[in-house]
């Protein structure tokens, strides 16, 4: 076993700079460190390029047409920018802000929509399984296991963001980015969320984004600040709430802004 | 105080004369057409003579009823995959691009050519064309007005479709993306499962717009009044029989001319209702 701390990082993040518009960048000289089986939180105001930075960690941002990212972002070792999309796709899963389950396609469908979408034949019996696990690893298969050929969308809120969850795990992956999962959600919905979350770090590792400073501290292991583009500090959620180095972070901690 | 009755008294006086201008429409259609429904019966929906000489008159709907379907089903037909493509790249593969911009204009434009413009150029252009493939003698029949009739669609059914396509809520195909999808299986397995019925509802409207289409048709389908008996025999729709002899028409002629005019009323409306009602369902 390899346990020196290089292996410890997923993801590593080197000098990424990503810019909508020529020269005005979104992301600026982030560098940094996602490690395994945690949930590294990422802080700060609004328009800070959280989601930027998140969406770079799978490529997701080059659905925007004139985008332009410099630097790298390794996985495992290997720059993502190396890889096809579509793996790198399956072994680093999305959750969105706001629930989005097909609505053309029941529970069960949605489970394995990443199979179907992407022409995987499985057998029945794999698939079967695949639904199953996913939806107990969300904590949702006793709630809706009557009613797997239902369609998806006729979930509560909360239930739809399980589902996508189900949806996005299915395949397994090793890193699992959340974008404000729970800022659609009611407090009982959004706790039951995080509770799935600290179970879940325990087989992959996450990245969350978050506006909700309190969400962060409760759950993530790890933190970073962003403000302006820049990756302001980073470290262990507890030593970056009860001692930031950086007056900025100390600020947005205290609610000066954001 | 009374400024908010005055207009809500006028908006009343609006409505309600739109409300009677349509009612009256159709009691006059009614009205006019009891004659030759009264002197025919069914007969004058399921009979295709077509005989004004004075004496032995006698007057069916059906060739025109056939001419009207055949060429607008037959122009729908040839209208879809143009139409579907179109919208297509203009809503999901190019959307938000210049060279959308410029089609989404384009086919702006195109809508708002008018009718005998498209007739002119069916005749002109295409007529002399069809004649040289030696597919048809003179260019003109069921296949040359289709033709045209299908490209005067296409520009409607294009932007209703790429209005239907573009709402696809960006959520959605973002999942897919994010789901390793590429952007064949996005569009294969998300836009178009999703937007599925609007874009029937837009080519059941582009439909409507064909039965009642008249000049164009006119111009082209060699007015014979007879069921077509094949691709580029000529034959006659509804509406350009209307147009053709209502000039000269009296008596029993003007209320069979009439009933036509209603029976084309009747379609294009159920047409038309079927198409709004899927759309309703759709949003
Ligand atoms: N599609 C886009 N085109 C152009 N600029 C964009 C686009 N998306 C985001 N931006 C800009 O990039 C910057 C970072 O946006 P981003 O969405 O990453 O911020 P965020 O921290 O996630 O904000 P929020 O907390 O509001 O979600 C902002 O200045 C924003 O205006
Ligand atoms: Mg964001």
Not at chain 1, 139 to 147: C, I
Not at chain 1, 155 to 160: I, K, M, P, T
Not at chain 1, 241 to 253: C, G, I, Q
Request: hydrophobic content about 45%.
């Amino acid at each position: 076993m390899n346990t020196t701390p290089q292996s410890d990082s997923v993801l590593e993040i080197r000098n990424l700079f990503i810019a909508y518009e020529p020269e005005r960048y979104a992301v600026k000289d982030v560098s940094a460190s996602i490690k395994r089986n945690r949930i590294t939180a990422i802080m700060g105001p609004s328009g800070c390029g959280k989601s930027t930075l998140l969406r770079g960690m799978n490529r997701m941002h080059e659905l925007y047409p004139n985008i332009q990212t410099k630097g790298d972002i390794l996985l495992d070792g290997k720059s993502i920018f190396s890889m096809s999309v579509i793996e790198l796709r399956r072994r680093v899963g999305m959750v969105f802000q706001r629930p989005n389950p097909f609505p053309n396609m029941t529970i069960y469908e949605n489970v394995v929509a990443g199979f179907s979408l992407n022409d995987i034949r499985l057998k029945k019996n794999q698939r079967d399984e695949i639904v199953e696990n996913a939806l107990r690893n969300v904590a949702l298969w006793d709630e809706v296991k009557e009613s797997l050929f239902r369609k998806g969308t006729f979930l509560s809120g909360g239930q739809q963001q399980r589902l996508c969850v189900a949806r996005a795990i299915a395949f397994n992956p090793d890193v699992l980015l959340l974008d404000e999962p729970t800022s659609a959600l009611d407090p009982i919905a959004t706790s039951k969320i995080e509770d799935l979350l600290g179970e879940l770090k325990k087989k992959y590792t996450l990245v969350l984004v978050t506006h909700n400073m309190s969400q962060a501290a409760r759950i993530s292991d790890d933190s970073m600040f962003m403000y302006l583009g820049e990756l302001v500090e980073s470290g262990p959620t507890g030593t970056l709430f009860t001692n930031p180095k950086d007056s900025r972070t100390e600020a947005y901690l205290t609610g000066k802004f954001g | 105080m009374s400024g908010d009755r005055i207009t809500k008294a006028l908006l009343f006086i609006s409505s309600l004369t739109i409300l009677l201008l349509s009612a009256g429409i159709v009691i006059s259609l009614f009205g006019g057409s009891i004659p030759a429904f009264r002197e025919f019966g069914l007969r004058f929906i399921t009979s295709s003579a077509w005989n004004p000489t004075a004496g032995s008159e006698e007057y069916g709907a059906m060739a025109f009823i056939a001419g009207t379907v055949i060429t607008s089903i037959l122009a729908l037909i040839i209208c879809i995959p143009m139409a579907f493509t179109t919208s297509l790249f203009i809503a999901e593969y190019y959307r938000d691009t210049r060279i959308s911009g410029i089609l989404r204009s384009l086919v702006d434009l195109l809508a708002g050519i008018p009718s005998i413009v498209y007739g002119f150029w069916g005749f002109y252009a295409l007529r002399p064309l069809l004649v040289s493939t030696g597919l048809s003698d003179q260019g003109f029949g069921v296949f040359t007005a289709s033709l045209v009739l299908a490209i005067m669609i296409v520009p409607y059914a294009t932007s209703l479709s790429a209005e239907i396509i573009s709402m696809v809520p960006a959520e959605l195909k973002e999942a897919a993306y994010s789901l390793g999808a590429t952007r064949r299986e996005v569009i294969f397995s998300v836009v178009i499962p999703s937007a599925r019925s609007g874009i029937i509802a837009s080519f059941i409207l582009a439909l409507g717009r064909a039965l009642g289409e008249t000049m164009a048709v006119t111009m082209l389908i060699g007015n014979a009044n007879v069921i077509p008996k094949g691709l580029f025999a000529p034959g006659n729709t509804m509406a350009s029989v209307i147009a053709n002899q209502f000039g000269e028409a009296s008596g029993l002629k003007m209320s069979a001319l009439i009933a036509v005019g209603l029976l084309l009323f009747l379609i294009t409306a159920l047409v038309n209702y079927l198409g709004k009602l899927i759309i309703k369902r759709f949003a």
